[in-house]
């Protein structure tokens, strides 16, 4: 390892933040594939827009041994890979200030770490917080929590799990166990960076700011939920992980439960960050447990040819599921699930499907009134609705109309992990997830995990399983409707 280039560190561009303290971050699984796309681009992010810290470092870990030098030009190159163009000057301040530490870390040996954090400190300041990152396989959090607490790095520091938190209602269990042995739950972030999107967290402001909105809210009105992630993209540069983790995990008992809980939510006492983290958190526990009958498996053709794959292996890369939520609100209302990869499309949509009125018109077109929410990109809000055909007869169209919430005047979206990222360095938890809450999301999870169904084939390009689309009871995907 090549001796510390030192540059001084002080204020970054516009930072106008004054009261966020000098902070070490520490970056362990800095080499991935989840901080290379994600969580480094976000931290530039942070940096262009002056919502750093003051004075920081961030210092990459890992298990090999890598120069400063070339951790710099690896971010750089991780950065440009999300299409950013960069200031030189900013970037070569940026660059400035990030430092890589290997040979790993564990509770028996931390690698460089503890030595790079020395060379480091007095830059920072000698009463810097910490704020770490576990950007690693859900295997690794607990040796990775050991080694913090044995290394004494737990003082004044804030710690950001990655999902998949646990793998199952046990080692989950065991896991938040030992988080709680080594820290205080105030310090434990875990994130899921589906609530960090822009229009996740239009959601309850839609909801509870409209009138309109509000008062369809409810099994009276809403025959089917929709939460549906279709994805395109393979799992190839993430075998291992993906291997070893699968669809319902990686997806479905994590971000879209997490999403059918902003939607199943009753009104939050206030829109505080705890009460409405509370509101969110404790409707899971009405989750009922997942029948295997509500549940379909699919394994894209050519998975198994993947070099990191386990050979035979029945890992699924596409489940469907439908849920349902035992609330007054929700009851005999299905919430019906679904992503998967090398899919037809990629959409991330949430589609309230509205029932048909009892009146005196014949002829409304079935499961026709929709509200509909992309959760990609910058999001959007689609409103589906039965109007008269103009003309001389009495005859019924559907129409959508689209708001983009792009077009907002004034707006500044945040990125969800950027936005996510921002809240952990100002202690606001309220977009993260509570130990009780993935308690309850693993148990309604459980059945499924204890006894997974066989996945079924699908074709690269398909909409995976037709049994998958049977969950919907026919009325299908809403994402089909939409252009991606
Ligand atoms: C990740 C999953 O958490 O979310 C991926 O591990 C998935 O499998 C991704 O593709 C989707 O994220 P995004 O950024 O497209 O919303």
Redesign the pocket.
């Given at each position: 390892m090549s001796t510390p280039e030192v540059t001084p560190v002080g204020p970054g561009p516009g930072t106008d933040e004054p009261d966020q303290e000098p902070t070490i971050f520490v970056l362990f699984g800095a080499t991935g594939d989840?901080a290379h796309r994600?969580v480094l681009p976000a931290y530039y992010e942070l940096y262009r827009r002056g919502l750093m810290p003051a004075h920081w470092v961030l210092i990459g870990n890992g298990r090999g041994d890598v120069s400063h030098e070339d951790f710099q030009g690896d971010v750089r190159g991780a950065v440009e890979g999300t299409g950013v163009q960069l200031d030189e000057q900013e970037w070569s301040a940026f660059a400035g200030r990030l430092r890589f530490a290997g040979g790993g870390f564990d509770d028996t040996d931390p690698g460089s770490l503890l030595d790079v954090i020395d060379t480091v400190r007095h830059q920072v300041g000698d009463n810097a917080r910490y704020i770490h990152y576990l950007a690693v396989p859900p295997v690794a959090f607990g040796p990775l929590t050991d080694g913090l607490k044995a290394h004494d790095l737990l003082t004044r520091a804030r710690v950001v799990y990655e999902?998949p938190y646990g793998t199952s209602p046990q080692s989950f269990q065991e896991l938040d166990d030992r988080v709680h042995a080594a820290m205080d739950e105030s310090q434990v972030y875990r994130i899921d960076?589906?609530l960090g999107?822009e229009a996740t967290q239009d959601l309850h402001v839609l909801r509870f700011a409209n009138t309109l909105v509000a008062s369809i809210w409810n099994n009276r009105h809403v025959a089917q939920v929709q939460i549906d992630?279709p994805?395109t993209?393979d799992?190839a540069d993430r075998a291992a992980f993906?291997d070893a983790?699968g669809?319902f995990r990686?997806?479905v008992a994590?971000?879209l439960f997490q999403v059918a809980a902003e939607i199943a939510m009753e009104p939050p006492v206030s829109f505080s960050a705890a009460d409405l983290q509370d509101a969110r958190e404790s409707v899971i526990a009405a989750f009922r447990p997942l029948r295997s009958e509500d549940v379909v498996f699919g394994q894209v053709e050519g998975y198994l040819d993947l070099p990191e794959v386990r050979e035979g292996s029945t890992t699924e890369t596409y489940a469907a599921a439908r849920l349902w939520v035992d609330t007054d609100r929700w009851r005999d209302v299905p919430f019906v699930l679904r992503?998967g990869?090398q899919l037809a499309k990629?959409e991330?949509r949430v589609t309230l499907i509205l029932k048909e009125p009892d009146g005196p018109l014949d002829g409304v077109p079935l499961h026709a009134g929709e509200l509909s929410f992309s959760?990609?990109g910058d999001g959007e809000i689609e409103l589906s609705l039965v109007l008269k055909k103009p003309g001389p007869g009495l005859d019924t169209v559907r129409q959508t109309m689209r708001l983009s919430l792009d077009d907002v005047p004034d707006s500044d979206p945040l990125p969800?992990y950027v936005a996510l990222l921002h809240d952990v360095t100002l202690g606001d938890r309220s977009l993260f997830t509570t130990g009780a809450g993935l308690e309850q999301a693993w148990r309604a999870a459980a059945p499924i995990i204890d006894a997974p169904p066989t996945p079924i084939r699908y074709a690269v390009g398909s909409d995976g399983p037709a049994e998958g689309d049977a969950l919907t009871d026919g009325i299908g995907w809403v994402a089909a409707q939409f252009d991606s």
């Open positions: 989840l994600m999902k960076h589906f999107k992630v994805e993209l799992v993906y983790t669809a990686d997806m994590t971000h992503s990869k990629s991330q959760l990609a969800p």
